[in-house]
């Protein structure tokens, strides 16, 4: 199934009435998703406010945290504490964010499950899930840095 139709279908099976809010909430994820930008709620509110201007931040906010529980979006935490939203469509990864210009790339890459274990067994957690976000500079951002050093 293609994220747009999971997106849309998400909200059918969470039992939420299909408003004309929820509807377009949907259809502005999917456009994020087509295009791979990340956002944060209060950018996504502003922006359906432009369409509805009664558009309640609470619906959002709880529109989006649903999609991130059954796993359609991602958080995204930045090294600075802040975090972003991303349509990332399932499927297990983590993330790579630059402490410059905030890009983020989808990474393939996860601690071996016998660490996982491990960890579970040292600590007497039984774990239900995990994130990793690396941080570092993108390539265009070192360059960029050390230009501005010669420069100077």
Same mark, same amino acid.
């Given at each position: 199934?293609? !994220?747009?139709?999971? !997106?849309?279908?998400? $909200?059918?099976?969470?039992?939420?009435?299909?408003?004309?809010?929820? /509807?377009? !909430?949907?259809?502005?994820?999917?456009?994020?998703?087509?295009?791979?930008?990340? $956002?944060?709620?209060?950018?996504?509110? /502003?922006?359906?406010?432009?369409?509805?201007?009664?558009?309640?931040?609470?619906?959002?906010?709880? *529109?989006?945290?649903?999609?991130?529980? !059954?796993?359609?979006?991602?958080?995204?935490? $930045?090294?600075?504490?802040?975090?972003?939203?991303?349509?990332?469509?399932?499927?297990?990864h983590?993330?790579?964010?630059?402490?410059?210009?905030?890009?983020?790339?989808?990474?393939?890459?996860?601690?071996?499950e016998?660490q996982?274990?491990?960890?579970?067994?040292?600590?007497?957690?039984?774990?239900?899930?995990?994130?990793?976000?690396? $941080?570092?500079?993108?390539?265009?951002?070192?360059?960029?840095?050390? *230009?501005?050093?010669?420069?100077?």
């Open positions: 199934m293609v !994220i747009a139709e999971r !997106i849309r279908a998400a $909200f059918v099976e969470t039992s939420q009435r299909q408003t004309r809010p929820r /509807q377009l !909430i949907a259809d502005h994820l999917i456009a994020l998703a087509e295009s791979g930008t990340d $956002f944060t709620i209060d950018d996504l509110w /502003q922006t359906l406010r432009q369409v509805e201007p009664q558009m309640g931040r609470a619906t959002v906010y709880r *529109s989006v945290e649903m999609l991130v529980q !059954i796993g359609l979006l991602n958080r995204v935490e $930045f090294a600075d504490g802040t975090h972003h939203y991303r349509v990332c469509g399932g499927g297990h983590h993330h790579l964010t630059c402490t410059r210009c905030r890009r983020v790339l989808d990474i393939d890459l996860c601690l071996p016998e996982l274990q491990t960890l579970s067994v040292q600590t007497g957690f039984t774990l239900e899930g995990h994130t990793l976000t690396l $941080f570092g500079q993108c390539a265009q951002c070192r360059l960029q840095a050390s *230009s501005e050093q010669k420069a100077e």
